[in-house]
């Protein structure tokens, strides 16, 4: 499943004006492959996320998640696309307090009308390949920062989404476990084919993006590939 962002303009009102967060932004991102967007504080980061969860809608330009144009589409079937095609990773992991790591998981089912308990096979295999089986039974305030992102990442992944869009995942980790994180995302990125957007203001952790792009005041500049591009050869999907 790939993501297509073509000629995105989004602006937001702004006293009697209006403030162009996103400025005519294209951006493709085949499957299996990783696109870090870097830029700075308020140079339409998470704009370019919110349109491409299509939560946001733009002013102009359009949105396509495995070749569909999502611009014609009602709110009900935006909101099943966002459930079965894509796994959201905010700056917070966001996770409940009360729940453990796994029922954090399991909590996803009921999005779909099931019971958690048919889920939690599938719920410990995520945690598994996040590296956290054995913490599964274990609350938020019980884990690290980076394991609590690591939940967070597993719950994106509960839908099986063919796009990942992931928000500053690293901004309250230290190098290491920022590192380390998106060591994960890219294997999950390429061992699950999925379209994956992370943006961060950290350059230091971009080595394992299969490609970079710049934003900058709402402008995407050059996308160079970061590393050797990815297989595709695994089955459509
Ligand atoms: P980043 O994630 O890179 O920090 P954002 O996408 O959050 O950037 O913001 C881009 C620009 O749009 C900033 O100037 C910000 O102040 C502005 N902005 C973001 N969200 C809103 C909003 N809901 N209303 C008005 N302005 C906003
Ligand atoms: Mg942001």
């Known amino acids: 499943m790939s993501l297509h962002l073509t000629d995105i303009t989004l602006t937001y009102p702004d006293g009697d004006s209006r403030l162009t967060a996103l400025d005519r932004v294209t951006l493709h991102v085949p499957r299996g492959c990783l696109t870090a967007v870097i830029g700075p504080s308020g140079s339409g980061k998470s704009s370019l996320l919110a349109v491409a969860a299509t939560l ?8 396509s998640v ?15 696309l966002r459930r079965h095609r894509i796994g959201i990773v905010f700056q917070q992991a966001n996770l409940l307090p009360s729940l453990t790591a796994v029922e954090q998981l399991q909590v996803m089912a009921h999005i779909d009308g099931r019971r958690p308990s048919t889920v939690r096979g599938r719920a410990m295999d995520l945690l598994d390949a996040v590296g956290l089986a054995h913490l599964a039974d274990r609350r938020p305030q019980q884990l690290s920062g980076g394991q609590r992102q690591r939940v967070g990442i597993a719950r994106a992944l509960m839908n099986d989404p063919g796009v990942l869009l992931v928000d500053e995942p690293t901004s309250a980790l230290d190098h290491e476990r920022g590192a380390a994180v998106l060591d994960l995302l890219a294997r999950l990125t390429h061992e699950r084919a999925t379209a994956t957007v992370l943006v961060t203001h950290d350059q230091a952790l971009l080595s394992v993006a299969d490609h970079v792009a710049e934003v900058h005041d709402g402008r995407l500049g050059r996308s160079a590939p970061a590393r050797s591009a990815p297989d595709r050869s695994a089955p459509a999907r």
């Open 56 to 63: 946001v809608t733009p002013d102009s330009g359009t949105v």
């Open 66 to 80: 495995a070749g569909t144009d999502t611009s014609g589409m009602s709110r009900g079937d935006l909101a099943d």
